[in-house]
C-alpha cells in the first residue's frame, strides 16, 4: 500500500512570506528560511494553483516594538484585541525586506495576498488577523474557485504558517503542511509546540517525497 498524496484541480500550493526579511540578512531572519525556496520552486510546478502571501506592514505597525515607548523586541504587550508579541521592523511597505526573495519564482501565483497592513492589528494567518475578526479575503477567494485543500508552505512555521493552518482546518479546507518547504524562528520552543497544535487539529505533515508522482 501507497502513503503518498495524489494532487487534484482542487488542491493549492499555498506560499507563506517567502520574502527578504525572513531570510538571512532581513530585519526578522528565520534560519535558513532561504533554503525553502529552491523546494517551493520545484512544488509550484506541480500544482494547478498557487496562491502567495505577503506580510505588508505600514511603518508605524503596532506589531513594530518602535512604535512602543520603551519597548523591545520580542516582549509583549497587550493590544486591543489581547496579547501581542512586539517584532523587529520587518516587511514595511514598498521596502526592500517587504518584496519576495529574488530567487522566488512568483509566475504561477495566480493571487497574492497581502496581510498585517491595519496598523492596529497583526496578521499571522492568511485568513484572518489576530483580532480573530477581521477576514483578508481568502476564505472567499477559496470557496468562490472551489479550493479545498490547502498544501501550505514559507515562513515562519510557527507563526505564520501555524495559524494559517489552523484556520485553515478551522474554517472546513483540509490542510497539509509541507515540512522541506517551511522553517521556523523556533523561540522557546516554538516549533515543537506548533506541531503539536498543528496535529492535534487535524493538519497533515508530509514530505515532498510523499507527493505522488
Ligand atoms: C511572521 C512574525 C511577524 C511570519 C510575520 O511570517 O511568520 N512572523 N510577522
Ligand atoms: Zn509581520
Redesign the pocket.
Known amino acids: 500500500m501507497s502513503r503518498t498524496t495524489a494532487l487534484t484541480k482542487d488542491d493549492l500550493l499555498l506560499v ?2 517567502v520574502q527578504n526579511d ?1 531570510c538571512p540578512g532581513g530585519a ?1 531572519a528565520v534560519p535558513d528560511g532561504d533554503q525553502v525556496v529552491p523546494v517551493i520552486n520545484r512544488l509550484m510546478g506541480r500544482f494547478e494553483h498557487v496562491v502567495m502571501t505577503q ?1 505588508w506592514h505600514p511603518p508605524d505597525h503596532l ?1 513594530f516594538a518602535s512604535a512602543h515607548r520603551g519597548k523591545t523586541p520580542y516582549e509583549t504587550v497587550e493590544l486591543s484585541y489581547g496579547a501581542q508579541i512586539l ?1 523587529p521592523d ?2 514595511r511597505q514598498g521596502t526592500d525586506g517587504a518584496r519576495f526573495h529574488p530567487g522566488l519564482d512568483d509566475s504561477r501565483a495566480e493571487l497574492i495576498v497581502r496581510k ?1 497592513f491595519c496598523r492596529e492589528i ?1 496578521s ?1 494567518s492568511a485568513f484572518t488577523e489576530n483580532d480573530r475578526s477581521t477576514p483578508t479575503g481568502l476564505t472567499g477567494y477559496l470557496r468562490e474557485r472551489g479550493l479545498t485543500r490547502l498544501f501550505i508552505v514559507g ?2 512555521t510557527d ?3 501555524l495559524y494559517t493552518a489552523l484556520d485553515a482546518v478551522e474554517l472546513g479546507f483540509k490542510a497539509v503542511v509541507i515540512m522541506e518547504g517551511c522553517r521556523g ?1 523556533d523561540v522557546e520552543g516554538s516549533m515543537e509546540k506548533a506541531w503539536e497544535r498543528m496535529l492535534e487539529a487535524g493538519v497533515g505533515k508530509i514530505g515532498e517525497a510523499d507527493i505522488a508522482r
Request: hydrophobic share 50%.
Open positions: 507563506v512570506d525572513f526578522l506580510d506589531s517584532w520587518h516587511c498585517g497583526d499571522y515562513l515562519a507563526f505564520c504558517v524562528m
